[in-house]
């Protein structure tokens, strides 16, 4: 008896050391709110990702630099700088990659629509004589959808 003695203290302060880690396991895990917001209101709130939606706050910047693309291509294509166009509207898939997940979603017929005038657009710059009016045109069409779905 006298050698089972320690054993069994031993895995008592075994067992009591794994009970003290797990609650300080769960503890640890449990976070509470901010001040001011409610524990249910946490809980209902989505977990932030990496693709904005067509209406959070980082959406409208990523759309206004999307119109800040063509607003830009658009004034070099009508200097005749087909080049600084290209160059420009190269940093359109910066700003549509952002957001084209939430658009895709909200409207699927403009999602195809960009998509389409995007890859028409660089098709019409990288073309050896560019068509001005059709590129123009093109950038056109896109602006109106961009800030078709812009919208809140």
């Known amino acids: 008896m006298n050698r089972f003695n320690p054993l069994l203290i031993v895995a008592l302060i075994s067992m009591m050391a794994l009970v003290g880690c797990n609650n300080g396991e769960q503890s640890s895990t449990t976070q509470t709110p901010p001040a001011g917001t409610s524990a249910s209101q946490t809980a209902a709130s989505p977990t932030p990702t990496s693709t904005p ?89 896109l602006n109106k959808d961009i800030t078709s779905v812009a919208k809140p």
């Open 53 to 141: 939606t067509a209406t959070t706050p980082a959406a409208t910047s990523e759309f206004q630099g999307l119109q800040g693309v063509v607003t830009n291509t658009k004034a070099a294509v009508n200097g005749g700088n087909f080049s600084k166009a290209k160059g420009e509207f190269e940093k359109f898939e910066d700003f549509w990659s952002k957001v084209e997940d939430g658009v895709k979603v909200k409207s699927p017929t403009t999602y195809k629509e960009i998509e389409d005038k995007a890859d028409e657009i660089k098709a019409g710059l990288k073309a050896s004589t560019p068509n001005k009016q059709q590129v123009l045109t093109a950038l056109e069409v």
